[in-house]
């Protein structure tokens, strides 16, 4: 089932939207507080957006933006806004398409289906980041950004971030992490593994986060 969120501060709407999208057997999710829009966005990994221009805080180009340096999630604007200029704007932001309101259902849900068809059917969807407690891994550049802080990870602390974030929530063996780091583990020192995971959780704390990799003696890492 492909899961909508709809970024709308209209509550009316919102609802209308949500009931009709769920008829067509779309899951939705609808953001409510409009300075946490990214926070959403990571946290429900949705397939499309339906995004709102005029929205409380940061307009709806904004937000369009800090979505793209992220993922390449299908945008559909829906606006009262119907100038060229908020239209081009709505393109070179990244959006994938335009509907002005007042819209008919049907002809926004053929266009859902139609975008949903051709970014599905012809592309493999893959997740740029991963996100977990306040701390979001970019998978295309290996950098963690921890509040609004952008930290530069060595090959090695990001792969470890990566395998233990997988998995928060379940203890990762040592073992289990030099196999994934290591070609082979035979010819790495036990020590090593130690070293990196110390100067992970440096820069972590260095950021703001602290404890979030623990150790569990003689079992190996977890990121609760």
Known sequence: MFKLLIIEDDQDIRHLLSEALQKW?????????????????????PHLVLLDINLPAY??????QKIREISKVPIIFLSSR???????????????????K??????????IQALLRR???????????????????????????????V???????????????KHHGKIVSREKLLRAIWDDERFVDDNTLTVNINRLRK???????????ETKVGQGYIIP
């Open 119 to 149: 970014t599905y059917n012809y592309t493999e969807q893959t997740t740029t980041v991963l996100e977990h407690n306040g701390l979001l891994l970019n998978i295309e550049n290996s950098t963690m950004t921890i509040q609004e802080q």
């Open 102 to 111: 007042p819209f008919s259902m049907d002809i926004l849900i053929a266009k």
């Open 25 to 45: 057997n779309f899951e939705t999710a609808c953001v409510t507080d409009f300075h946490q829009v990214l926070t959403d966005f990571l946290d429900y990994q």
């Open 203 to 213: 820069k972590i704390e260095q950021a703001g986060l602290t404890h979030y990799i």
């Open 151 to 165: 930290v530069d990870l060595s090959k090695n602390e990001y792969q470890l971030l990566y395998h233990l974030m």
């Open 59 to 64: 307009d709806g180009f904004y937000w369009c």
């Open 82 to 100: 119907q100038t060229n200029m908020d239209m081009i704007m709505a393109m070179n932001m990244g959006g994938d398409d335009f509907v002005n």
